[in-house]
């Protein structure tokens, strides 16, 4: 079976910074990938290539075989790859619903007019924003404005979902109900890579994790072992004689 | 396409009422207030059609005359051998031609460098038509003569400013216009939802284009004698601009609120101070800029926004 998403090899230099180096692996239809590491290891740098917000130097990605790596950002949206930004970026001029309707329009899966308001008041009752629609995201807090954020990801019906640090910058009781939000997403058989540095949500979330560090990819395996592999420890905490 | 609502179709039914107004006047007059009508008329329709661009985008475009004028000299040059109306038609392709081609080269540069490639293109265009009509031809200038008087070019821009306000109001609630309010909030955003935002933008610029170019078309027969520098005039795009600013260019009506007061203050000025003109422009300018940067209907969308904002807080505490 080929893989949701498959990278292989995939390489971005800017000048003389490599920032992702020669990275491959794949991710498998239904599973949530966490992508990991120190700061700076080149994880955004990765879902940009994915998204197509940057051309990757050298390499190829796939989407369910079909290589997407060349395209430009939209037509990658409308194959069927949808993200959140690390920055939360929200449309101030639009209320909550015209968010989320931005995602229904044009990308993978698209509907217009009633179908696309009565989708994205779906969504929004989805991610705990019923009722919220037609308030203007600006006077939103931080975790509702990245509710939006998601449901417009969604509202596509992406097949794959790139969550940049989604779950950054909430507090506890936010970051509780963010997780068990992603943990829904998962049950309902989406395919997920997850930039993520909140421990306890790739523990509790992740099927799979992928470490990258220096923009090589250092481990690839289930979410235990990979935390436990010393050069992964070495990464986050340093080398044992430093 | 969706079908209306009853606040769309009210809207329609209000702008058919207005517009069906404004042919009458001719009626009741042909002179002085027909003459400047004229000149209202055409900035409606120019301010309109420039807003419709760059208004969603904030790409500010100068070429207003290169467009304005290549409409003029379709007609200045066609007009001996092909009927009127199907000279307006030229214009339009010629008008949305450019803007392709315009677009396709510049819509990927961002906006300052936009501005001064616009204004250099409609320099560009009228130093070409220069060039050619004294090497080719015996004289720079047109004559244009028709039996069109002031109150059919009045018509005529009557008619064009209702088509600029139709199309407007039917891309603004189609996936275009959606589409454009992603753009003008986010590209980023815009591109990774599906949006080629290229191709949208191209568009919109060449629907502009078109539109200003028949309005060029139009004013010819009022020329009777055209000469590239008052056809690519480029005061008419610095106007065009000024003129849409004071409106607000985030409503469709917006421009029209800043064309007529500012057309009115025109036509005062120079009447009473031809030599000043420039001065008072160029201060009309400044005061813009400075204390309504966001034009009237901003102002009026500010205090909305404000008065929603606290509606929201309200209803937050009390749920509370």
Redesign the interface.
Known sequence: MTAALSVRAATKSFGGLVAVNEVSFDVRQGELLGLIGPNGSGKTTMLNLISGALKPTRGEIALSGERISDLPAHRIAQKGVARTFQLVRVLPSLDAEGNVMAGAVFGHMRSWGAEAHKLARALLGRVGLAGKGHMPVDAMTYIDQKRVELARALAGNPRVLLLDEWLAGLNPTELKLGIALIDDLRREGRTIIMVEHVMDAIRSLCDRCVVMNSGRKIADGDVETVLGDPEVVAAYLGDADA | M?PFTNDELKWLGAGAILFAVAALLPLVDQGFYLSLSVNIMLYAALCTAWALFSGPTHYVSLATAAFYGLGTYTVGLGIDAMPYPLLLAIAALIGAALAGLVGAATLRISGVYFVIFTFGLAELVRQLVTWTQTKFATAIGLYVFTDLFEQHIYWMLVALTAAVFLTAFLINRS?LG??M??I???E??????????ARSKIVLFMISGAFIAVAGAIMAPRYSYIEPPSAFNPMISFLVVIMALLGGTKRLWGPLVGVIPFTILMDQVSARFPNHTMIVIGLAFLAIVYLIPNGVTGLLEQAR?RW??RA??MGQEKAA
């Open positions: 969706t996936r959606f589409a309010q992603i003008g909030n986010d980023t955003v815009a591109r990774h939802v599906g949006i080629d935002t926004a929603k904002a929201a807080r």
